[in-house]
């Protein structure tokens, strides 16, 4: 697909195709905008899932396992 896009975590912008290795970015997204919103996006995910009870690893442990 040739409109994709990647947050580059080394230089903090966003990238097409041709940028850094993978490794060092977020993507593909199918917009700038998007890619641009990537670690917003991150932020967003984590925080949901450090609030989701089914996935609430610091709960004490009723020992029932």
Same mark, same amino acid.
């Given at each position: 697909m040739d409109n994709e896009f990647w947050f580059c975590l080394k230089h903090h912008t966003v990238e097409p195709?041709?940028?850094c290795r993978n490794a060092d970015r977020l993507g593909p997204y199918p917009t700038e905008a998007e890619a641009?919103? *990537?670690l917003d996006k991150v932020a967003e995910r984590n925080d949901s899932w450090e609030n989701d009870p089914d996935?609430? !690893? !610091? *709960?004490?442990?009723d020992g029932d396992d």
């Open positions: 195709r041709e940028g641009a919103r *990537a996935w609430n !690893d !610091d *709960a004490s442990s």
